[in-house]
């Protein structure tokens, strides 16, 4: 049952008939973990707080720097060269009260994850690089466990969600085959973001894994959304499952 306080909190998702007190309260019981706590990390964390997603982990090595404060917006002037994992923890809790937020400052590989997400049931890739996308989707295969997952470059940026472990759905490496090691890296000069842009990304991210948790409308299984906000351009593409997977065919 929720308080008199959540109802007021939440009103205005609860007089949505696709989620009501019902659905809020299966919101404010579900576990969700979030790797990553930068650009597309942080509009995912400040909705699923402000939505009553109750409980919420955060995995992120990093430190805040100066350059990151143009696109993540849970940090600010004042947390340069502060964990970003702590950062996001006192913005979450001044935010909503109601979460309960778990916090991990390690790097994400499988050894961690299969430590780290075992009490989580959605797991969110929100990090930059391509080599830890490849680890989440195959810590994710392995455990069964729902990936939503988001990428952004420049003024465009794709969102999915992959569930491998059912019959005939593809993984992220069905999508992108080119699994690299984990000293890639791409140049600066092809890490350019506008801040906004990871801010959409990041809106459609966490709007996905509400819809995830709670069964309703269309989901992203199968599909890849893709934008270009400098075209002002959405779509949605068909995404199969590729024989001869690196990581889910066999």
Excluded: W
């Excluded at 609860?14 to 809020?24: A, V």
């Amino acid at each position: 049952m929720l308080t008199q306080e959540q109802k007021q909190r939440y009103l205005r998702n609860t007089i949505l008939p696709e989620i009501n007190e019902e659905g809020q309260e299966k919101l404010l019981g579900s576990r969700v973990l979030v790797i990553g706590a930068g650009g597309l990390g942080s509009p995912v964390l400040f909705y699923l707080a402000a939505a009553g997603v109750g409980n919420i982990g955060v995995v992120d090595h990093d430190v805040v720097e100066l350059s990151n404060l143009q696109r993540q917006i849970i940090h600010n002037s004042s947390d340069v060269n502060e964990p970003k994992v702590k950062s996001a923890q006192e913005k979450i809790i001044k935010l909503n009260p109601d979460v309960n937020l778990e916090i991990f400052q390690e790097k994400a590989n499988l050894e961690s994850l299969e430590a780290i997400a075992k009490n989580y049931d959605y797991i969110l890739d929100a990090t930059d690089n391509f080599p830890t996308r490849f680890v989440i989707n195959e810590f994710c295969f392995k455990a069964k466990k729902p990936l939503i997952f988001a990428a952004v470059k420049a003024f465009s940026g794709q969102i999915s969600v992959f569930k491998a472990y059912e019959e005939n759905n593809p993984c992220y490496s069905c999508f992108n085959p080119n699994i690299v090691g984990e000293d890639f890296s791409l140049p600066l000069s092809e890490k350019g973001i506008l801040g906004s842009v990871a801010g959409t990304a990041g809106a459609l991210q966490a709007t996905e894994t509400i819809k995830e948790i709670l069964g309703i409308g269309e989901s992203l299984v199968g599909k890849l959304m893709v934008f270009d906000l400098m075209n002002s351009d959405f779509r949605k593409v068909s995404l199969n499952k590729r024989a001869g997977c690196k990581v889910c065919s066999k």
